[in-house]
Nanobody, 116 residues
Framework: QVQLVESGGGLVQPGGSLRLSCTAS????????MQWYRQAPGKQRELVAA????????GYGDSVKGRFTISRDNAKNTVYLQMNSLKPEDTAVYYC?????????WGQGTQVTVSS
């Protein structure tokens, strides 16, 4: 069975840092591009970051560029999102997704709250 499990969310102060992890099982992780999305209440789901199968192709949404870093460790079936200089506007549920046409898998999400 396919599983994507996010972890590392929580409450952090503005300007702080947090690292999210997403660990996959039930499919060949190294064959899938990985992405991080986020969604705040009443807002559209937003692409935060994406990384290719071996980490050679990386992209970020404009709102997080320069502050967030995506990486992956195929030996551990895990993708990471390092978040620095966090702002209240970053508050959302963060989801990881795995994609290899025609397959698409999603995790359950982890809550990130940025507040003083």
């Amino acid at each position: 069975q396919v599983q994507l499990v996010e972890s590392g969310g929580g409450l952090v102060q503005p300007g702080g840092s947090l690292r999210l992890s997403c660990t996959a099982s039930g499919f060949t992780f190294s064959n899938y591009a990985m992405q991080w999305y986020r969604q705040a209440p009443g807002k559209q789901r937003e692409l935060v970051a994406a990384i290719g199968t071996i980490g050679g192709s990386i992209g970020y949404g404009d709102s997080v560029k320069g502050r967030f870093t995506i990486s992956r460790d195929n030996a551990k079936n895990t993708v990471y999102l390092q978040m620095n200089s966090l702002k209240p506007e970053d508050t959302a549920v963060y989801y990881c997704a795995a994609r290899r046409n025609p397959s698409e898998y999603w995790g359950q999400g982890t809550q990130v709250t940025v507040s003083s």
